[in-house]
């Protein structure tokens, strides 16, 4: 058995098939919506649980309460109920993430900026540049933070 659920070693007492209802429904959970499970403590006042929800293709994503209600669904099959309190985290997306080329294109438009503008700030050659700005190479975070921060500093000054 895997421990898809950090410190899962801190569940004391439980029955193999326990567990194994646990890490089934982790699982799916992790692969499904990337939500993943963490232990914090056990004792005989309850359980602590850290869920966090990260990044995922699908672009939905569970707010406070949703993250609260399926820890505690998921970790409430324990035998003798025990009182279930949750950290939740939930994704908070990358200003950057919203950098594509079509944003790009459309603040270039915005601000009259051609490539050689951006050429001339950067220092970045204007292959690497127009394949990035015409979505025909893939952008890495550091790519779309300097996207980003260039445009948003030019709307800052009001250029």
């Known amino acids: 058995m895997t421990d898809t659920i950090k410190h899962i070693d801190k569940l004391k007492g439980l029955e193999p098939k326990d567990?194994?209802?646990?890490?089934t429904g982790a699982k799916?959970?992790?692969r499904h919506s990337n939500i993943s499970f963490h232990v914090v403590s056990s004792d005989a006042n309850g359980l602590?649980?850290?869920t966090t929800q990260g990044k995922h293709l699908s672009g939905n994503y569970a707010d406070e309460v949703k993250?609260?209600?399926?820890t505690r669904d998921l970790f409430g099959v324990l035998p003798g109920k025990p009182v279930i309190a949750v950290q939740p985290l939930i994704y908070t997306p990358v200003l950057v993430d919203i950098v594509d080329a079509k944003w790009i294109k459309e603040k270039m438009a915005k601000h009259r900026i051609q490539i050689e503008d951006i050429v001339a700030d950067t220092g970045i050659e204007k292959t690497s540049l127009s394949a990035w700005i015409n979505g025909t190479r893939l952008m890495t975070q550091p790519v779309k933070a300097m996207f980003?921060?260039?445009?948003t500093d030019r709307e800052s000054k009001g250029k």
């Open 48 to 50: 602590m649980i850290r």
């Open 67 to 70: 993250l609260i209600e399926l």
């Open 19 to 23: 567990l194994a209802k646990l890490e």
């Open 28 to 30: 799916l959970y992790l």
């Open 148 to 151: 980003y921060f260039i445009f």
